[in-house]
């Protein structure tokens, strides 16, 4: 991927002065704080380009996305996390000022209004129109469709979905972001008919694991759609509330996918995919919920403090005490 340096004779943008976010309020504002999330999982280097754009650094991410290259697993995740900084936008826009042909910088912006549209702080149309203008820039990246699909997955048509992820994996056809993003929008499917072993997520799921290389971790993917339809069904009314007291997990079904992938899990060497993390957390949470204490403890052990909101958030709980206390009790902690 080609970066462009700017010459001594290019004017350069001085950063704007953003004032920096006021400290959590005391008392359980600042707890909650110390319980946040942090997108970027164990990659050091996105939590200091992301800390560095918060100030308006905006080179350390340019410099950190030269590098990613097309490695599209690990640039969809930079990408994604950096567009989730408050004020990428603007910050990035700085960055097309000095590099109007950064196809970089067109893509973080692109995510960075697609974060907006779906926040209702931005009409979508302009967020269609940027990832299109970084996708004519970045013919082969899938990064800007990547963009589109999470938009139409919360926005659009299921043809649209569909389409949008046909254009992802014609780029990359084993990318890990895109997938997750189909299983839970097929799992949304028929949300009224109740448990049902054969519904298409399933087949979706089952199929791309099995196209997949040996190695890649969409060997998981069967867990994703049965935690989504779990999500989907609790909402409705059709499964237990309490994951745990919930027999969506204790089907013969259920069992076989739980062990296949767990048993992958133990052989998998690629320990630096950068959204592995999430896979643990759904497979961990999957063995919580089958009670199978001790495998849900080897997971936890290899997660650590990077807990991700889905899927302890389902179907509608509050995320980190969920993790916590299923950590804790498969640990022995409590």
């Not at 046909?166 to 499917?189: G, K, Q, T």
């Not at 779990?230 to 059709?238: D, P, T």
Request: proline share 8%.
């Amino acid at each position: 991927m080609t970066v462009h340096t700017l010459s001594p004779t290019e004017p350069r943008t001085e950063p704007k002065t953003v004032p920096p976010p006021p400290p959590p309020p005391l008392g359980r504002g600042r707890k909650r704080a110390a319980h946040a999330f942090d997108a970027a999982l164990d990659d050091a280097e996105l939590a200091a380009a992301r800390a560095a754009l918060a100030q308006g650094r905006w080179q350390t991410a340019r410099s950190l996305l030269a590098r990613t290259g097309d490695d599209w697993d690990r640039r969809g995740h930079r990408v994604t996390v950096l567009a989730q900084e408050p004020h990428c936008a603007p910050w990035t826009r700085d960055w097309l000022l000095a590099e109007p042909d950064s196809a970089d910088a067109a893509v973080l912006l692109a995510h960075a209004q697609v974060r907006r549209a779906l926040r209702g702080k931005e009409k979508a149309v302009r967020a269609r129109e940027s990832c299109h203008t970084a996708a004519a820039l970045a013919p082969a990246d899938p990064t800007p469709w990547l963009g589109l699909l999470m938009l139409e997955s919360t926005l659009g048509a299921e043809e649209e979905v569909r389409r949008l992820f046909a254009e992802v994996r014609a780029r990359y056809a084993d990318h890990h972001h895109a997938h997750h993003l189909m299983v839970a929008r097929l799992a949304e499917r028929h949300p009224g008919t109740g448990p049902d072993p054969l519904h298409e997520v399933y087949d979706f799921a089952n199929h791309a694991a099995e196209r997949a290389p040996a190695d890649s971790p969409l060997a998981v993917l069967p867990v994703i759609a049965h935690a989504e339809r779990y999500r989907v069904l609790a909402a409705a009314g059709h499964e237990a509330r309490d994951a745990a007291a919930s027999g969506h997990w204790t089907g013969r079904r259920a069992r076989q996918v739980m062990r296949a992938a767990f048993d992958w899990w133990l052989e998998w060497e690629q320990e630096g995919h950068p959204r592995r993390l999430v896979d643990l957390n759904f497979l961990a949470h999957a063995k919580v919920c089958e009670g199978r204490g001790a495998e849900a403890a080897a997971l936890f052990h290899r997660i650590g403090r990077h807990a991700t909101p889905s899927p302890w958030s389902y179907p509608d709980r509050d995320p980190y005490p969920a993790f916590s206390a299923a950590r804790d009790t498969a640990l022995g902690t409590t």
